[in-house]
């Protein structure tokens, strides 16, 4: 299992925009997140959510240039969380191990540069086809099936631009980007290891703080403590349908609950033995 901590270098985040816009401020989070337990520093510069204001790549690009070298002179682990094709070549160019797209790849013109590159690739399934998530009805029944045959589509033309499949991760995508239904979250999670069996490839999930905790919860603040422990359990619901990578606001609270999820495994493994 490995956690990817959440740093967003924005003005309009849903849970934190503007916290982290300055380098300053954004380094210190970064290895903040780092020593809480996070393998991996997954950095997006321009929001998803519903209410986000576009912005230009050139921006996205300043706003990345401006912390990764500080980061690789650490050794961080860098995961690029961007769908836009030219800020996902730069990140190519500079050599991050991870490029984390919420639309899993869609833009063709890249594959050639992907193909060539060593880095893995998160290839996550959104109802959108485009731009930042979108408040969509979609019927709680179809959306395993929407899934399905999203990352079947997206795996056979990447396959076929030569880009390796041990270098894929599939993520089936939460919250709005799944549609405003808390129910297409649950119902993903709950299909975890049937996507694992159709695919054979690793899962990623982020529910960290997303839109449909706080709808069951009935709490409005993503950051508080009630959203928090929500979130955890859905991270190790989720780690025990067989995600392989959480991506979370929260590194330390989850590297304890699986410490102690670990724990108690181990425990009942040796216990059944005798």
């Known amino acids: 299992m490995k956690i990817l901590g959440v740093l967003n270098i924005t003005e309009d985040s849903f849970s934190d925009g503007g916290k982290y816009l300055t380098p300053e401020a954004a380094l210190a989070q970064g290895f903040k997140l780092i020593e809480e337990g996070a393998d991996i520093l997954d950095i997006g510069a321009a929001s998803s959510n519903p209410d986000a204001k576009r912005i230009a790549p050139a921006t996205e690009i300043s706003r990345l ?11 961080t682990v860098l995961s690029i969380d961007s769908f836009e094709p030219s800020v996902q070549r730069w990140a190519l160019a500079e050599g991050v191990e991870y490029l984390n797209d919420i639309h899993g790849f869609g833009a063709p013109s890249l ?13 996550m399934h959104a109802i959108q086809n485009d731009g930042a998530a979108t408040r969509v009805n979609v019927p709680s029944t179809d959306i395993f099936g929407r899934a399905l045959s999203f990352f079947g589509k997206r795996l056979d033309a990447l396959a076929k631009a030569g880009v390796a499949q041990d270098r894929l991760i599939l993520d089936p995508g939460m919250g709005f980007f799944v549609g405003s239904d808390p ?50 359990a859905a991270e190790l619901y989720a780690y025990l349908q067989g995600a392989d990578y959480l991506r979370t606001h929260a590194p330390a609270a989850l590297k304890a609950a699986l410490a102690i999820q670990s724990v108690l495994q181990v425990k009942d493994f040796n216990e059944g033995r005798h």
């Open 111 to 123: 594959y050639p540069d992907m193909a060539q590159a060593k880095a893995k690739l998160i290839v």
């Open 183 to 232: 129910e297409n979250s649950l119902t993903l999670l709950r299909h975890l290891p049937d996507l694992k069996a159709q695919f054979g490839l690793p899962i990623l999930v982020s529910v960290s703080r997303k839109s449909f905790l706080r709808k069951i919860t009935g709490q409005s603040d993503p950051a508080g403590l009630p959203v928090l422990a929500a979130g955890l």
């Open 65 to 75: 240039q401006s912390v990764l070298p500080a980061l690789k002179e650490k050794g």
